[in-house]
């Protein structure tokens, strides 16, 4: 669910005093460090917006690139009451509530796949949300009696994703992908999300639902997933999640 933010505000960024617009921002030229760079960075920042802007910070990195930190004014502002937010769809579960709704709805144990796909080796997000040791104080879903969690780990191929969860009758399948250099995470999502579409008539299909620090979460349809999770995600919001959209599959439409 897609909502606006009620508030109807218009703030500036905080630098020094309230409201004097001041950001600070970091990138990268490919220039060696010297004078030249620097002005070629104050060059970026200007045509960003940035009036005055100041060279607060530059370091080589390597001998062809250069590092730049830069703080300066912007007369840009923030209308709050036009900020998009995904708001969460279900409402959050303790452990015990989550095994009790499982036990009600599947009368089984809920089957959840987990893997990093393509060549993402990046384990530790989906071990967060699987392990029971878990994140951010809360255990993950191998803790909960009712979820059986089988881990495939990293570097896991589609097809024997696939395989795997026909082979485990999964109903939910989790894929990591933190790697996102040339748009890795969304052509591997895109292209798992075809391979069960394939293999799967479209009632029998485990729900698909990928994570990693950098996705947009409203952009389910385009990658042909059921759900996505950002930055900071707790096991219990999964949990929760599975909860909700497999008793909403199984209602009486
Ligand atoms: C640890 C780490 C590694 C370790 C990974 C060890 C392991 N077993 O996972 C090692 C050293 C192996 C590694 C290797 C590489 N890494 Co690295 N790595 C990191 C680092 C420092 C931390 C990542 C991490 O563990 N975060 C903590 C977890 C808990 O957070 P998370 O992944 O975001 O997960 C949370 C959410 O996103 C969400 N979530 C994640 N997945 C899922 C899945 C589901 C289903 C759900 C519901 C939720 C969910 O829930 C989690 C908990 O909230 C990051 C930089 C950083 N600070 O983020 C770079 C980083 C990810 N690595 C990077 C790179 C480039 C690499 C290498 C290519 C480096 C190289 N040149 O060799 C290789 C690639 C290896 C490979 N084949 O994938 C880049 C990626 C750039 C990009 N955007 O593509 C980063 C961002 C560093 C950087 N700034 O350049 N890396």
Redesign the pocket.
């Known amino acids: 669910m897609t909502g606006t933010v009620a508030e109807n505000r218009i703030v500036r960024p905080y630098g020094d005093t309230t409201g004097d617009g001041m950001v600070q921002m970091s990138f990268t030229l490919p220039v060696p460090h010297d004078k030249r760079a620097e002005g070629a960075a104050l060059q970026l920042a200007a045509k960003m917006g940035l009036d005055p802007a100041m060279l607060v910070h530059a370091k080589a990195m390597g001998p062809d690139f250069t590092f730049f930190v830069v703080y300066g004014r912007v007369t840009h502002l923030v209308d709050l009451s036009a900020v998009q937010v995904h708001e969460r769809e279900y409402p959050l579960l303790s452990p015990k509530e989550a095994n009790n709704a499982i036990k009600r709805t599947l009368r089984r144990k809920l089957v959840v796949l987990?893997a990093c796909i393509g060549?993402?080796?990046?384990?530790?997000?989906?071990d967060?949300?699987l392990n029971i040791k878990g994140?951010a104080g809360e255990k993950g879903l191998e803790y909960y009696r009712e979820i059986k969690v089988v881990n495939l780990g990293?570097q896991v191929l589609v097809p024997d994703l696939v395989a795997a969860s026909r082979a485990e009758k999964a109903d939910a399948v989790?894929?990591?992908q933190?790697?996102?250099?040339r748009d890795a995470h969304l052509r591997n999502t895109r292209e798992m999300s075809a391979a069960f579409r394939e293999s799967y008539p479209s009632d029998k299909r485990p729900l698909l639902?990928?994570?990693?620090?950098?996705f947009d979460e409203t952009a389910t349809v385009g990658l042909g997933v059921d759900r996505i999770?950002?930055?900071?995600?707790?096991p219990g919001e999964?949990a929760s999640y599975l909860v909700h959209a497999l008793a909403e599959r199984r209602a009486p439409s």
Do not use: K, M
């Not at 639902?209 to 950098?214: D, L, W």
């Open positions: 987990g060549t993402d080796a990046h384990t530790v997000g989906i967060a949300i994140f990293a989790l894929v990591s933190v790697v996102t250099q639902v990928v994570g990693g620090p950098r999770f950002g930055r900071g995600t707790t999964v």
